[in-house]
């Protein structure tokens, strides 16, 4: 996020944070404007917004993001498994935070919900080629969220990150009885 | 400002106008996007794949953040000589962040690759070409057409209906790709279609597609016209 050791921000700056403040209560008006040595503060700031915009707009079903009250850089999203999956009818939240070099870098992707997958560790991180060296700075929350849910359907099972979920994956009556046992919907 | 939530009943019915204001995806003006930074491409540039970007974002890809060549959208392989820029009606824009990235110097935008001026659609470039041989066959579409929109001209009009016959004999030559056409030309077949040995193949084709409101009949009827006066003036 945008330091705190510079404060003679120009006007500009300020009201382009204004206009961030167009979506739900973002960080922009409550922290120090961005210094200058980080005026890519200020694109990372546009492209969040509108994608946020674009997302509100598309209305896809099963995928959908926000960020948190007075962080823009962190959002939570949320998934759904897929129609005739072992995941269907199962919901998982996900935290994304955005480094300062957005879209260059990718963001770091999470799952707050517990995940039975064999490409989900316990601790919740995703092993995703595009969250990682594949990734493009032509993707964004909309293509990670669509990307996350299809690896749900389709995983990786020749480098897990869940030995047992892979082991498990064959058999996927038996999977399906795990995930539903396993399975702590996030109030 | 953090607005409460309040006031959403009142805030909702403005969503439109202020995504309008803010992101022109739902406009016209998604298809000049950057493709990294979801804005307005600033001197904007533009890969063989077909994909813009603002050259600011590429060269930050490119160079900085990513260790291939490849288009962000579509992978495709980047060849910084083959970008083109894209130049706008306006001012010439200098994106600002390319000056205050710290640390990175951001070189100027690649130049456009400008080709040849294109010949002047007159006799002049018959005259010129006539006396270089293969250059004959770029100025000799022109010539007819400006025989056929005036009596007077005719008689320049005449003297390529001589040389068509020798023409004919260079068609197979290699100077003929190199030398008369640059661009990839329409191919010979439809051209020969028109019959008789009056038949010129691609540069005639193409010397046509500059004349906008030239019918296909029309060269038709000036080579029966010329061919008439060739065998009058015989
Ligand atoms: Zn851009
Ligand atoms: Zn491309």
């Known amino acids: 996020m945008a330091t705190m050791n510079n404060q003679d921000s120009n006007n500009n700056n300020n009201n382009n944070n204004r206009q961030v403040t167009a979506g739900p209560p973002m960080n922009a008006s409550k922290q ?17 917004q509108s994608e946020l915009m674009a997302l509100m707009m598309s209305g896809d079903s099963g995928i959908s993001a926000f960020p948190e009250e007075d962080n823009i850089f962190c959002w939570k999203g949320t998934i759904s498994g897929s129609k005739d999956t072992v995941f269907e009818g199962t919901e998982y939240k996900l935290s994304l935070s955005f480094p300062n070099d957005y879209p260059f870098k990718p963001p770091k992707v999470k799952f707050e919900t517990g995940c039975f997958h064999p490409n989900v560790d316990v601790f919740g991180n995703i092993c995703l ?10 993707y964004d929350v909309r293509t ?7 690896l749900l359907g389709e995983p990786n099972t020749s480098s897990p990150l869940n030995t047992q979920a892979a082991a498990l994956w064959g058999n996927q009556e038996e999977y399906r009885k795990m995930v539903e046992k396993l399975y702590k919907p996030v109030a | 400002m953090p607005a409460g939530f309040g006031e959403v009943p009142s805030r909702s019915p403005q969503r439109p106008s202020c995504s309008s204001d803010n992101n022109p995806n739902n406009g ?3 298809n000049f996007e950057c493709n990294i930074c979801f804005d307005l491409a600033q001197d904007p540039i533009v890969t063989l794949c077909g994909h813009l970007f603002c050259w600011p974002c590429l060269y930050k890809w490119l160079h900085i953040h990513s260790h291939s060549q490849e288009c962000p959208v579509c992978k495709a392989l980047i060849e ?13 824009s200098t994106d600002p962040r390319s000056k205050s ?7 100027n935008r690649p130049a456009g690759q400008r080709p040849e001026t294109a010949p002047p659609p007159d006799r002049n470039a018959f005259a010129q070409h006539g006396q270089h041989g293969f250059g004959l066959m770029g100025g000799f579409g022109p ?3 400006a025989s056929f929109g005036n009596f007077t001209l005719s008689f320049g009009g005449l003297i390529p209906s001589f040389f068509n016959v020798q023409m004919h004999a260079f068609t197979g030559h290699p100077m003929y790709g190199n030398g008369a056409a640059p661009a990839p030309a329409p191919a ?6 028109y019959g008789g040995h009056h038949a010129h193949g691609a540069p005639q084709q193409r010397a046509h597609q500059h004349e906008t409101g030239f019918s296909a009949a029309s060269p038709l009827l000036i080579i029966g016209l010329l061919f008439l006066w060739a065998l009058i003036w015989n």
Do not use: C, H
């Open chain 1, 32 to 48: 120090p404007l961005p210094t200058p040595k980080t005026v890519d503060t200020q694109s990372v700031l546009k492209r969040l």
């Open chain 1, 129 to 138: 080629d595009i969250l990682q060296d594949k990734w493009s700075s032509a």
């Open chain 1, 144 to 150: 990670i969220l669509i990307s996350i849910q299809s």
């Open chain 2, 28 to 30: 016209d003006a998604g």
């Open chain 2, 80 to 92: 910084e000589e083959k970008l083109v820029p894209l130049y706008g009606r306006g001012k010439n």
């Open chain 2, 101 to 107: 990235v710290p640390g990175v110097e951001i070189p």
């Open chain 2, 143 to 145: 010539a007819m057409t």
């Open chain 2, 188 to 193: 010979p077949a439809p051209g020969f279609s």
